[in-house]
């Protein structure tokens, strides 16, 4: 139980366009997702939380109209990558709890690659 | 700000050997701290957690204890798999339960 998916696991765009993530929760409804980033050899970096229905939170340094965040729904969420730059390539993983406060189940993450 | 330390990899042992990775924090207040296991290809899974000083998370072998005094939440196992081969993250939480992670550890076990 508790899985979590990304789609897609990885994905090459070209720079200047967008691309979009989508986190689902397969067998459990989620009332909180966060999004990270990743960096090789580096620690996971928070983004973003989002509740379903509610606008996301940001933490301080992440451009919140260049990296969008939908929660439409108790089982998705959606990233955004705006106008994706070589620097906006690495490695997005999202999370999702059942609770506010409650264990956070990871995806397994998108490689994304900007040219 | 909060933030967390874990000691750099990669860590190659062989069967049954004894395995430790070490971890610090700084965060003010008391958090709550957690060790997830990232297998190849799969995403983050929490391995063991304690939430507050002199607890002792367990699973699958692996044991850490909250050491305030040392700020340290080291994780341990007396007998490694081929299995157990992973990158291995520490993080923490605070009341606003968002995780603070280190830079991950990667262990190789050779059979």
């Known amino acids: 139980g508790a899985v979590v998916s990304q789609h897609p696991s990885w994905v090459i765009c070209k720079s200047g366009t967008s691309v979009k993530i989508e986190c689902r929760s397969l067998d459990f409804q989620a009332t909180t997702m966060f999004w990270y980033r990743q960096f090789p050899k580096q620690s996971l970096m928070l983004m973003a939380t989002s509740n379903e229905g509610s606008k996301a939170t940001y933490e301080q340094g992440v451009e919140k109209d260049k990296f969008l965040i939908n929660h439409a729904s108790l089982t998705l969420s959606t990233l955004t990558v705006t106008s994706a730059h070589p620097e906006d390539s690495s490695f997005y993983i999202c999370s999702a709890s059942m609770l506010a406060g409650g264990e956070q189940y990871f995806g397994p993450g998108t490689r994304l690659t900007v040219t | 700000g909060d933030s967390v330390t874990q000691m750099e990899g990669p860590v190659t042992l062989s069967e049954e050997a004894f395995l430790t990775i070490n971890c610090t924090y700084t965060?003010?207040?008391?958090?709550?701290l957690f060790w997830y296991v990232q297998y190849p290809g799969e995403g983050l899974q929490l391995l063991l957690k304690a939430t507050k000083a002199d607890d002792k998370g367990s699973n699958k072998g692996f044991e850490a204890t909250y050491r305030k005094e040392t700020t340290s939440f080291h994780l341990e196992k007396g007998s490694v798999q081929v299995s157990d081969s992973a990158v291995y993250f520490c993080?923490?939480?605070?009341?606003?339960?968002?995780?603070?992670f280190g830079a991950g550890t990667t262990v190789t076990v050779r059979a």
């Open positions: 965060a003010t207040g008391y958090p709550s």
């Open positions: 993080a923490l939480s605070r009341s606003d339960y968002k995780l603070s």
